[in-house]
């Protein structure tokens, strides 16, 4: 295996970024959720690896990635995802999402149809009706606080931005996801943080969606990284 990391400009920012070439065929990129790193991903790309090239990305903001001008945004995120697969040269590839993450996948999805082999999305909604009514209240109060904090010390803005990530974006519509064409596997917990009756608007928004509700809260995927590593790679793997 041979790690080649680095960043690369995307608009004003800076997006770093690691390759790891495990001699795969194919290339499976991670994207993590808001306010975390790819080094979330860790335990993840090592059980990975063992099937796929795997591509790291701090989303603009977050990790070793700059904010660039103007607030953060997932359009933002989408575009610089463009970027650096077009910088790296990769095509077909897997793309999976988590969270924010997947949500960033989402909107990049549709207007790149033919550089996607299969898509996992984890998590994702399309705006702020998808949180269950626990996790509206305590989101809408979390940005109301970073917003009052930011105003009192701007060093605190990263966090407001995180938040208002969560608060205000995306502004995703059924009728856009629909265009994926990508065979894509839906995934939530049943306790997840988005309402089941949202993640099935997803999945059936998508015309190769397929749905996989596990046993576990929104943050499964670090809890249990091999049962969750075995779902995602017997989808990938599957018809190959």
Request: proline share 2%; charged share 25%.
């Amino acid at each position: 295996m041979s790690v080649h990391s680095g960043k690369i400009r995307s608009g004003s920012a800076q997006i770093y970024y690691e390759l790891h070439q495990n001699q795969k065929e194919k290339t499976l990129v991670l994207l993590h959720g808001n306010a975390e790193s790819s080094e979330r991903f860790a335990k993840h790309a090592e059980i990975f690896g063992e099937y796929f090239n795997i591509l790291l990305i701090d989303s603009r903001g977050h990790g070793l990635s700059t904010v660039g001008d103007g607030d953060l945004s997932l359009d933002k995120m989408a575009v610089d995802l463009e970027n650096i697969l077009n910088t790296l040269g990769l095509e077909k590839v897997h793309i999976l999402g988590f969270s924010d993450g997947a949500n960033t996948a989402m909107i990049y999805a549709p207007k790149n149809n033919e550089l996607i082999d299969k898509l996992v999305l984890v998590g994702g909604n399309l705006d702020y009706s998808g949180f269950t009514l626990q996790t509206k209240a305590l989101v809408a109060i979390g940005y109301f606080l970073a917003w009052i904090n930011m105003k009192v010390d701007k060093t605190n803005r990263i966090n407001y931005e995180y938040y208002y990530l969560m608060f205000k974006e995306p502004h995703l519509k059924p009728n856009y996801i629909n265009k994926i064409q990508a065979k894509t596997l839906v995934m939530a917990g049943d306790k997840d943080m988005i309402s089941r009756s949202h993640t099935d608007l997803i999945v059936n928004s998508i015309k190769n969606g397929i749905l996989k509700i596990y046993r576990g809260d929104h943050f499964y995927i670090y809890r249990q990284p091999e049962e969750f590593c075995k779902y995602v790679i017997d989808f990938l793997n599957k018809d190959e």
